[in-house]
Structure formats: structure tokens, C-alpha cells
């Protein structure tokens, strides 16, 4: 075997076998449950007979239907209920570990996975969810799967796949102050458009990407998903180690030690060769603000709305056209005159304690303008907690936001927090689909530095020049 | 998973890129237990006006495509969440069927499952057979998967890729977790070796997740 990517390490290491036109039937370390995508799985092992093979490879979490208010009540919507109910009484039946709704390590999935020290470098993990590509920042082998693949994960602790192709997305030079994760991430996504990682395996590299840290990292990879790529990693390094070191489930001792060898040998060769290759300087890349329904329709905040008649063919002439209807924007504005009504700060994109910190530093001493209605929502309990220790939910609170009980809440606005028709929300989610946030809802997708200064003026801001 | 071999049906067409499938299934059916009764919220976003009436435009609501089994549409469908309820939702209205230049990749895995086909042609077949379906009421396409085709009514034929492996089991409508059950023997051998050299990935986490409240 020749030089290798950091992909083909892992992927190699977990074949079991190859049938003849190379459909692979891989090796799956860990999987991580949610109540939203596993009752039908459960349901089909049970008609099945059969019982999950590594139940204790698993951790689950209620995360996507949880309410993000006083969790001593009770569940208001008894559909919601039901299903949370079901993740409980399967996790029970089946012996799989569940974080439960009252845990203070109940989180979003994607949080907590890497909060725990669940999700290791080198490691292939799956999650009936699209975002399960943030665990990659660590170096794993992170995907999305549907149901019926998460039942062939708790069966057989494999899945059938086709080996994607690989693709470095190579971010070099210094991002600009007061531009972060989110930015690059967005910018990737507007470069290579919503297909442009189709069928391959993303590898982030490049000197800003190994400046970020590793909250950073996962926003980046979290968001792989957003540009078609079914993974994105990013090697592991002294960051990574020492961000897992002591995690409750984290390997420890020795074989903590024999871990962090293997762990330096998960790099790409210096001569191997990705499929594809894809280059963006740090230094052009402006906060971003996205301005249509897809994540590809997105524009740095110094840009106007694009004009679909200088778009160069009729099918994204089309789509744009269709875009800022349904946006309620008109070509050429300026994206700074865009005012919003709501803010959203929150989900596996950006709850980490790191954008907590840097949203109530940009909301102290200062006030959400009264046009505005802003919530906070914290990735885990243990997010919300700390974030609590170091006295952020006071300046939060103090600056007009809501300060709320973790999960994904209006990322995707399955519980009771919904934007209503028209309305428009600035949000440091992921995904800008019409009605994602609500029916009729609008979504530009921000960084949270970006959020809480259009939470306060009422309409984006170019935060390298704000306050 | 009932078996695909060959399917004629109407086409149903969606003429616009980058459907995602928050839009195939919005967020409040994905509360459900259940694999069946999708249907009803199949688009059920684009399906209505904004007052809650039938948009008479959307092409499910147009009567000529309430038989069609087979959607033809545009790049990247199917982009977005996991959710397997978008195709859980298209085969309960009945489409065996998904034709496009491009489909997301987790889409196109669950529709394997779900013993759907979904057909990757050219974007300017795909066109040519939109303009042939807005001409022609109850326009029809026979797909054939063991062939690998998509035939006209015009008789000219589209040839499609399919991985052979996949094919395989749609074609006979296997059972895929009893085929890597099979594999049982290669799958414990595989997990001894890794035990020895990757012993972190193999304790019990149980052992270390004991219930904290909050």
C-alpha cells in the first residue's frame, strides 16, 4: 500500500470484507441514538428477533423534540412525549445507555458525543442524523445514516457501504478578526456550492483550520453536510488530545497513553493524493450571511443580495428568482440593510461553550434592539452549566436574550419553538431550507458574533467594524 | 423490502433543484413511531397556499399526476437531514421511482432500503424527458433495473449505473441485515484483532455512564 490519506487510514482499518464491486461491509465503533430517527429501527429489530450486537457501543440522547423550557413540566405535545418515551423504554429493553431528559448530560448529540470523550480520533461513528459529521473534527470517521441503517449498526456493528472519494479543502493564511469557524465553513459551502462534496469524504487542512480549536473544528466539519459531503475530518493533534484528555469516557491510564500513539499516526501521508483539491485564503474570507434557501446561497455581510439576472443559466437564474421570493428580499440590496426580527443562537453548528463566550462578549453592556427576540440555547446541560459558572447567562439575560434548557430546539423547530410565517431570524444553525424554522419562516445562517450583533442593531452588521 | 425489476408508470414532474427533505417531510411528521401514514405530509408545505387551501399548481395536487409512480426532477434531491421518512413518505403515495441528474447521498442510500429505485440520467435526458412529460397527459417511462434502463413511449432508451452489489439486493428485495448476519464468523474475527489493537475502543461504557441528574 502507498501513501495514504487520513481517510484511507481509517477506512482501511475497518473493513471486514469486500464483495466484488468493492461494496465494503464496514466496521462501526460507535453509534450514537436519538429519539427522532431510532423508534422504527427499534421496532424492526424487535419484529426481527434480533437484539442489538454492542449495546454498549451505543449512547443515546433525546435531543431533537425535547422543549427547551422548565423541564420539570411536563412534555405539553403527547406525540413528543410518546416518542421520547420510546427512546427511554428501548434504551431500557435493549441495555443501551441513555442520557435522559432530566440528566444534566443530555445535550444535542453532536455535543455531548465529544463532551464525553465518546467520540475518539480513528474511530468510525455513525448517527441517524446528517450532522453526525462534526464528530470528524477529532479525526473519526463521522457520518449521517438513516433508519434502517441504524438498525444494521445495532444488529450487526456493521453497515454496507461504497467507498466515497476523498477531497482536502485547504484553508491557508490568518482569518480575520472577529471572523470564526462559522465564516470558513460558509464560505467553503458558497465556493463549492450545496453538491459540491457529493460522494466524497472532506478533509479540512491548511494553516487556519489547524489555528481553530477544536469547538472551532466541529463547526467546520458539522457543516459538511451542507456542501453534500457525507464526512469531514480534520487530523487530530496536540489540540485534540488535550481536549479529550479526562473526558468521562475517554480512555485513561496507560491505554490512554497507547491510544494518543496511535492517535499521531492519523495523518495524511505528505505524497498522498485526494480526488479532488479545493483552496480558499483565510484572509478573504468576510463574515458571512446567507441569503437564500440553500447553504450554498450565501454572500460575505460587505455584499449585496445577487441579481438572478446576471446569474449565467436559466436553472440558477431560476432558483435564485424562487429563493428571494420566498426570502422576501430584492436583488442588489445591501446585506447590512436586511433587518431581522428574531435571533437564534444555538444548535450542533454553534451551543459550545466557545460561542457562548464569544456571544456574551459581544452582548455585555449592550441591548437587543426592541424590534428583536432573541433565545439562547445551550448544546448540552453541561454547556449551559459552565456557561452558568463563568456568569455568561447573566450578561446574556441582562442584554434581552432567552436563556433556555439545551437541545436543538429551533435549528429545526420540531419542539415549541418555531418562527412564525414570514417572520426572519438571523440563526447560527445550519441549514436555511424555506419552513426549516418554522412554515414561512426565514433563515440567514450566522456566525453567533454575527447574531448577537444583528440581535442588537436589527439588521446585520459587518462585525469587523462594529462596537 | 419488496423487490424492484421492472416498473411502468406516470411521471410525475418537479421541475426545481435542490429539493431538500425537510421539504419532502416537514419537521412535525418526523414525531411519529411509525414507517407508515406518511403521505399526508408529503411537501406538505408546497402542497398549500399560504392560507392552508391546495396550491392548484403544485404537481401532487394536479390530477394529472394523482397515479404517478415515478418523480422526475432536478440536481441534489433529496439534500439536507437523514431523515429516511422522506423516502418512507414518496412510497406511500406510491412512487417506486426517483429520476435525476443528482441525488444527496444519504438519500439515495435510504431509498435502497426502501425498495425504491432512484435513477441518475444526464441533465439534458432528464430535460428532454421533462419537456416530453409537460407535453403529454399521463406520460408513462418503463425503468428496467436488471437492463439498466429507462424506456420511452418514443422507444428511445436511457441507459443508467447502478452498483452492482445494490442492485442485487433491490432486484431480489433482500433482506440486508441477514446478509452481513451471514458474515457473522469475518465479523468476530474482525472485532478480536481490533480488541488487541485498539483495546480503547472496546470497554464497556456503561460501566461509566451511571444516571447524574440534573
Known amino acids: 500500500m502507498g501513501a495514504s490519506t487520513l481517510f484511507d487510514k481509517i477506512w482501511e482499518s475497518h473493513v471486514v470484507r469486500t464483495e466484488p464491486d468493492g461494496t465494503t461491509l464496514l466496521y462501526i465503533d460507535r453509534q450514537l441514538v436519538h429519539e427522532v430517527t431510532s423508534p422504527q429501527a427499534f421496532e424492526a429489530l424487535k419484529m426481527a428477533g434480533r437484539r442489538p450486537r454492542r449495546p454498549a457501543a451505543a449512547l443515546a440522547v433525546p435531543d431533537h423534540n425535547v422543549p427547551t423550557t422548565d423541564r420539570k413540566l411536563p412534555i405539553v405535545d403527547p406525540i413528543s412525549a410518546k416518542q421520547i418515551e420510546t427512546l427511554e423504554e428501548n434504551c431500557r429493553e435493549f441495555g443501551i445507555s441513555l442520557f435522559g431528559m432530566n440528566d444534566v448530560r443530555q445535550g444535542i448529540v453532536h455535543v455531548i458525543g465529544p463532551e464525553q470523550g465518546f467520540t475518539l480520533p480513528g474511530a468510525t461513528i455513525v448517527c441517524g442524523d446528517s450532522h453526525t459529521s462534526t464528530h470528524g473534527a477529532f479525526g473519526a470517521l463521522a457520518f449521517g445514516i438513516g433508519t434502517s441503517e441504524v438498525e444494521h449498526v445495532l444488529a450487526t456493528q456493521c453497515l454496507l457501504q461504497k467507498r466515497p472519494k476523498t477531497m482536502e479543502i485547504r484553508v491557508d493564511g490568518v482569518i480575520s478578526d472577529r471572523c470564526s469557524a462559522k465564516d470558513i465553513i460558509l464560505a467553503i459551502i458558497g465556493t463549492i456550492g450545496a453538491a459540491g462534496g457529493t460522494g466524497h469524504v472532506i478533509e479540512y487542512t491548511g494553516s487556519a483550520v489547524r489555528a481553530l480549536s477544536m469547538e472551532g473544528r466541529m463547526t467546520v466539519c458539522n457543516m459538511s453536510i451542507e456542501a453534500g459531503a457525507r464526512a469531514g475530518m480534520v487530523a487530530p493533534d496536540e489540540k485534540t488530545i488535550a481536549y479529550l484528555k479526562g473526558r468521562p469516557l475517554a480512555p485513561t491510564g496507560t491505554l490512554f497513553e497507547q491510544a494518543v500513539l496511535a492517535w499521531q499516526q492519523l495523518k495524511t501521508d505528505s505524497n498522498a493524493r485526494y480526488d479532488a483539491t479545493v483552496t480558499l485564503r483565510a484572509e478573504e474570507i468576510a463574515p458571512q450571511v446567507s441569503w437564500g434557501t440553500s447553504p450554498g446561497m450565501v454572500a460575505g455581510v460587505d455584499q449585496k443580495v445577487p441579481d438572478p439576472q446576471t446569474m449565467p443559466d436559466e436553472k440558477t437564474r431560476s432558483a435564485t428568482e424562487r429563493a428571494l421570493e420566498y426570502m422576501g428580499l430584492t436583488a442588489n440590496m445591501l446585506i447590512t440593510d436586511i433587518r431581522i426580527d428574531r435571533v437564534f443562537i444555538g444548535s450542533c453548528t454553534n451551543a459550545r461553550i466557545e460561542d457562548l463566550r464569544v456571544a456574551a462578549a459581544f452582548a455585555k453592556g449592550r441591548r437587543v434592539a426592541t424590534t428583536v427576540r432573541a433565545m439562547v440555547v445551550p448544546g448540552s446541560g453541561l454547556v449551559k452549566q459552565q456557561a452558568e459558572a463563568e456568569g455568561l447567562d447573566h450578561l446574556l439575560r441582562e442584554a434581552g436574550f432567552e436563556w433556555r434548557e439545551a437541545g436543538c430546539s429551533m435549528c429545526l423547530a420540531m419542539n415549541a419553538d418555531v418562527l412564525k410565517p414570514g417572520e426572519r431570524c438571523a440563526s447560527t444553525s445550519n441549514r436555511n431550507f424555506e419552513g426549516r424554522q418554522g412554515a414561512g419562516g426565514r433563515t440567514h445562517l450566522v456566525s453567533p458574533a454575527m447574531a448577537v450583533a444583528a440581535a442588537i442593531e436589527g439588521h446585520f452588521v459587518d462585525i469587523r467594524h462594529w462596537g | ?214
Open chain 2, 1 to 214: 423490502m419488496q423487490a424492484f425489476t421492472t416498473h411502468t408508470g406516470i411521471v410525475a414532474l418537479l421541475d426545481r433543484v435542490n429539493v431538500d427533505t425537510d421539504q419532502i417531510i416537514p419537521k412535525q411528521f418526523l414525531k411519529t413511531i411509525k414507517r407508515t401514514g406518511l403521505r399526508e405530509g408529503l411537501f406538505f408545505d408546497w402542497r398549500r397556499k399560504p392560507d392552508g387551501s391546495p396550491d392548484p399548481e403544485f404537481f401532487l395536487n394536479q390530477p394529472r399526476y394523482q397515479a404517478a409512480t415515478i418523480l422526475l426532477t432536478r440536481d441534489n434531491f433529496g439534500c439536507g437531514s437523514s431523515r429516511e421518512h422522506a423516502p418512507w413518505a414518496l412510497l406511500d403515495q406510491g412512487f417506486r421511482c426517483v429520476i435525476a441528474p443528482s441525488f444527496a447521498d444519504i438519500f439515495y442510500n435510504n431509498c435502497f432500503q426502501n425498495g425504491i429505485l432512484p435513477v441518475v440520467l444526464k441533465a439534458d435526458e432528464v430535460l428532454r424527458l421533462m419537456k416530453s412529460v409537460t407535453g403529454t397527459v399521463g406520460y408513462q417511462l418503463t425503468v428496467d433495473l436488471g437492463d439498466q434502463t429507462v424506456t420511452a413511449p418514443d422507444g428511445v432508451t436511457y441507459r443508467f449505473e447502478v452498483d452492482p452489489f445494490r442492485k442485487d439486493c433491490l432486484y431480489r428485495g433482500l433482506d440486508s441485515i441477514g446478509l452481513t448476519l451471514q458474515h457473522e464468523a469475518a465479523i468476530s474475527a474482525y472485532e478480536q484483532r481490533r480488541k488487541r489493537e485498539t483495546p480503547w475502543l472496546y470497554g464497556d461504557l456503561r460501566r461509566r455512564t451511571g444516571e447524574t441528574t440534573r
